[in-house]
């Protein structure tokens, strides 16, 4: 058997969109592997991974077959009471089968299955040679990949992410023959565009990474994610900094570049009275430069940009970047600068023509009503109501900013800094940033206690509007993002520990919302009646339709909140039973529900667990199918005949007795814990005593000694949903 040899092909293109670039390489890879696995040929992938760079895509594997293996082939025919005849002769049926299998019916084969016994074709090939699939293997794959709007180029019908202009197939040392987007493979690839602008020769497929990197081009995405790091530390380090390096401005670069080189620049110092984060926005997302730190967190006037080239005159490179920069940099003191003249306070009076919604009103309105809101929760977890209300009063004041209106992921951050140039109280002008944490998944929830309310407040009101204007989230569909406000309400209650009732505020919350729709279709009528009575038609006063309201929309807001935690928990390991069974006793308080699930979790790890949770789910089934009045008041201990029932009656009452203080103080491990114990009396309970005894008093008795067991079994999570 022939030894399996290193596969290489490379697809080079002129520069591809950065952003595609990664997935592009993944589909690339994908498909040439996937097509070799189905079609049978050895695939030795080794840490073998996609490679490409903004002019390449590439796949190389350490070792690929020669050949396809022996391919078998089994088609089933007729059965034989259809393929012959009275007297054992084929039937047109049976001939056309082995016609289409091209033999003679007597060289077909039989076989069995449940209907009996039937004619089948049964045929082995020699397998292909790999080179003669790779053509067909690579035109599915091009085929396949994820591009939106395909490129033609000159005079070809033939389409690609970007204009195709060499391709290099080789299979060891050999060079595999494919046509493909107008080019014939061979074994030259294409260097560093301005470094090593030449071809380069590979005589077999395994040089490929070491010959590339010898032409100035790191092909390995890692690799040069590892080295851009490193160069970008090391610079800012040298210029006395920490290099602020986040995910997705890393990841771009990476793909912007070939042979990646660190250029150290600097800017004006009179740019650093803007706001950091609006000058880190302009580097990272507009230029995708790396910005350099003080130690404490502070921009500094320099920065890293990443060239794709080692250049002679650095200088040179830093000025150009450093002139791309500074006209943005120009903008951003400008809008600064003219809106500290207007003020924070000045600024809110535009929000009342705003639009928020139609049938909500104007961003004025919901000020007011996350106002209201702050000002509710604020007393109940130890913060001052007055600045809450501050807070809200200024926290969207903001949107009416030049800063905002150029940069709008910098809501909150710009009313931050104008707050504390207006000299609010600090807790407050902090509370405006924090309000719109967590801004995205990994996002922390707000830090101050004040923050935390004014994230409370304006998520609340975001998701009663939304649900009493009709504007829940369909399939895809969520234009004011209330999964995700539903999520982040959740996990600032829960993180910040706060014992807040759901149930009350939403309740404030959704009445807020159903007052901002009565009052908006009314002034809608009444500007509709002013506009008709200009028209010279009377309209009698007070005819105004009111607002209908579905009383379901409350349950529909918890039950929407509750389900976004299903992925919150499980995210954390948490169970899906575990989930459940706290969910199903919907608790009034996300801390609450939260300190239950710990609760169960550490319940479940018992040994005990399993067997209470069947039998809690044989108490509820029992329970059900008792007929009306059928259980009795309480227990009376005169009716305990048997010594079973007796033993549990006692193990539940002093049970009931140990708990009622944990349960008051909410101590559900301590609750669980103790309620493990009464395993040995629940199980002889079951295995020695009739519940449904004829004698209705005994029934009657016995059902309600169930029924105690039960709530309190019950009373932490529905723990029968840890049976299985």
Known sequence: MSENKPLLIELGVE???????????????????????????????????????????????????????????????PYLNIGLDADGNPTKALAGFAAKAGVEWTALERTSDAKGERFVARSVKPGQATAALIPEILAETIAAMPIPKPMRWGAHTHAFARPVHWLVVLHGKDIVPVQLLGLCSDRFSRGHRFMHDKQVWLSEAGEYVDALAGAKVL??????????????????????????????NLAQVVHLCEWPAPVLCRFESEFLAVPQEALIETMEINQKFFPVLSAEGKLTEKFIGIA???????AEVAKGYERVIRPRFADAKFFFDEDLKQGLEAMGAGLATVTYQAKLGSVADKVARVAALAQAIAPQVGVDAA??????????????????????????????????????????????????????????????????????????????????????????????????????????????????????LLEQAINEAKFAIVNSQANSQLKAAAEAKKQGVQVKGGAFAAASFDPSIFDELYDFIIDRLKGYYADKGVPATHFNAVAELKPASLYDFDRRIEAIGIFAALPEAEALAAANKRIGNILRKAEDGAIAAGIDAALLREPA?????????????????????????????????????????????MVNAEDPALRGNRLALLKALGDRLGAVAAIEHLSN
């Open 308 to 314: 794709n080239i080692e250049s002679k005159d650095v």
């Open 15 to 77: 520069e591809l969109p950065v952003k595609a670039l990664p997935g592009l390489s993944q589909a690339f890879f994908d498909g040439i592997v996937n097509g070799l696995e189905k079609r049978g040929v050895v695939v030795e992938r080794g840490a073998a991974k996609p490679l490409s760079t903004p002019r390449r895509l590439a796949v190389l594997l350490p070792g690929v077959g020669a050949q396809q293996p022996e391919q078998h082939s089994e088609v089933l025919g």
């Open 387 to 504: 600045k809450a209300a501050r807070a809200a009063q200024l926290a969207k004041n903001d949107l009416q900013s030049y800063m905002v209106g150029e940069f709008p992921e910098l809501q909150g951050i710009a009313g931050r800094h104008y707050a504390v140039a207006a000299g609010e109280d600090a807790d407050v002008a902090l509370a405006i940033d924090q309000a719109y944490q967590p801004r995205f998944a990994a996002d922390d929830i707000a830090a101050s206690a004040l923050g935390k309310v004014l994230a409370i407040a304006e998520r609340a009101d975001t998701l009663a509007g939304g649900f009493a204007a009709g504007l829940k989230p369909t399939g895809n569909k969520d234009p004011f993002a209330l999964r995700r406000n539903a999520l982040g309400l959740a996990r600032t209650l829960i993180e910040s520990g706060y014992d807040l009732d759901l149930r009350k």
């Open 219 to 248: 092909v390995d995405v890692e690799l040069r994610r590892e080295r851009i790091v490193a160069q970008v530390t090391e610079t800012a380090t040298a210029a006395g900094g920490v290099a602020r390096i986040t995910e997705d």
């Open 645 to 689: 029932e007796a033993a549990l009656a006692e193990a539940v009452t002093a049970a009931v007795a140990d708990t009622a203080g944990a349960l008051e103080s909410k101590d559900y491990v301590a609750v669980l814990t103790r309620l493990a114990g009464l395993r040995a009396q629940v199980d002889a309970f079951f295995d020695g005593v």
